[in-house]
């Protein structure tokens, strides 16, 4: 928990308060999606909520994101949902801002 966010006042401090909270959540997280468990990345994701909502609401909407926008294949063995978004941001980059696309191709850059 001390690398989540380091620098933002709400994790500053510690093992503290907001620090175990978070474990809380990733905790939870875990048992509810046994087949995911915990994995490096959800740390960011869920630290990111809790600057924002409550950590009870912040598992809330990874649960929501998780259950009903298959976000839960980006932590899946294989990352098979992290390379699907990347084919849908590169096919919408090529689509809408074909310039930039291109340019990206040109210098051989996979965003």
């Known amino acids: 928990m001390p690398r989540t966010l380091p620098q933002h006042i709400y994790f500053a401090e510690s093992h503290g308060t907001d620090q175990k909270a978070l474990f809380a959540v990733l905790k939870c997280l875990a048992l509810y999606f046994p087949s995911t468990g915990y994995v490096q990345g ?3 994701l869920c630290g990111t909520l809790m600057t924002y ?3 009870e609401d912040a598992f809330a ?3 929501s994101l998780f259950a009903n926008y298959e976000f839960q294949d980006s932590f899946l063995p294989g990352l098979p949902g992290l390379e699907k978004n990347f084919y849908i941001m590169l096919s919408l980059l090529k689509k809408y801002l074909p310039k930039l696309f291109q340019k990206f191709i040109d ?3 996979t965003p």
Request: proline letters at 8%; a negative charge.
């Open 42 to 44: 959800m740390n960011s």
């Open 107 to 109: 210098i051989d850059f």
């Open 53 to 55: 909502t409550t950590p």
């Open 61 to 63: 909407i990874v649960v």
